[in-house]
Structures are given as C-alpha cells and as structure tokens.
C-alpha cells in the first residue's frame, strides 16, 4: 500500500512539474485567430497583446513580404537578421511561431547568442555555415557542426548558440522559433553595452580580465 501511494504521489508531483513548466512558454491558443491590434477599445486582453474581434480578421493580418531580399551585411560582423514575428504578422499573436531570415557576408558571424523564449530550428538555403550552442552549467560542452545547401540544425530553448560563414561566398538561412516573440540576447552586447554599464571592476574579476580591458569592451560596445 505504501508503495502504491509512493508511486501516486510522485505521478502527480511529475504531472504538476510538467504542467508548471509548460506554462511557462506562449500557451496554446482558445481561438481561431488573436490578432494583435494597439487600440484596446472593444478588445480582450490575450498573452501580452490585445485581439481584434475576430469577425474583423482579414487576410493582410496573416501576411508580410519581402523575405526574398538580401538584407544589408555592410557591418561589423557581416551578418543581417530580418525579422517575421508578431510585430510583423500581427495574426501570429498567440500562436507560438515566428520566421527569421538570416544573411551572412564571407566570414560573417551571427555572434553568440540566446532566445528566452524559443527552440530555433535553422536551414541552411545557401553557402556554407559552422553552427553550434553551448550546454548549461558545469559542462558548458560545445556541440557543433559544418553545414550546407539543405541542412538542419536545431538550437535548443534558451542555450547560448551561433553561427558562422565559413564559406567565401555569401550564405542565406532561414530559421523558425517556437515563440511569437522568442527575444534575443546577444551575449556581448548584454555584457558589456549595457545601459547602465555593469561595474568594470565586477566584469573584471568575473571575465578574469584586467579594468582596463573591460573599459575598452564597454567602450565599443
């Protein structure tokens, strides 16, 4: 009897775990369609946007363009990320999904990387990308790989990841992310270009790095 009682108690405890962290990412919609829509007037308030009246749904709600033009590599890391997110696509409000495209010069880099709130799964259309992420805490183990034309790579949910063209040609890559609205920290520029910037003396001894070195990071950054 004890045992069965044992075995209940942790059935039900693994059940409320799995239902607590399934909450935590975008719920799964109760509706048909939640456009986003700024003006609240005559709205329901729904996962952070407001929702047009669904009987006012029309086709331009589910639709955006463009995604067929190169976007501009003419930077620092020889890299463009164009965007396809809820803010785009207002009808993808609620519905856990969004689309980048992803443009990279020769050697050009998506630096290090994380999305709070999405798996991203990543296609390589043109050239040649080394990808990876980095597991948590303590082992912080690198798994990676060289891709091409067709290959698939998936980086999961909150993993600190990137990419990188390793090719002398231009490369092109389209990703899709489990969130309407995944977000994005790029490591570097979180670190060291915060607004206000972190203490120099902490990011030192954090970094192992000397005050003046992480001065010059903050500088550029």
Known sequence: MKKCVSFLQVTVALMALASSLASAYDPSPLQDTCVAIDEPKHTVFVNGR???????????????QGLNIPGN?????????TTVNVDQIPGLNTLGISLVRIDYAPHGQNPPHTHPRATEILTVLEGTLYVGFITSN?????????HRKGDVYVFP???????????KTDAVAIAALSSENPGVITIANAVFGSNPP?????????????KKAVEYLQELF
């Open 50 to 64: 407001f929702c047009k009246n669904p009987n006012l749904t029309e086709a331009e709600d589910f639709f955006s």
């Open 73 to 81: 590599t003419s930077n620092l890391l020889g890299f463009n990320v």
């Open 138 to 146: 303590t082992e912080n183990r690198l798994i990676s790989k060289t």
């Open 157 to 167: 949910i909150g993993l600190i990841h990137f990419q990188f063209n390793v090719g």
């Open 198 to 210: 972190i203490n120099s003396d902490f990011l030192g001894r954090a970094f192992l790095l000397e």
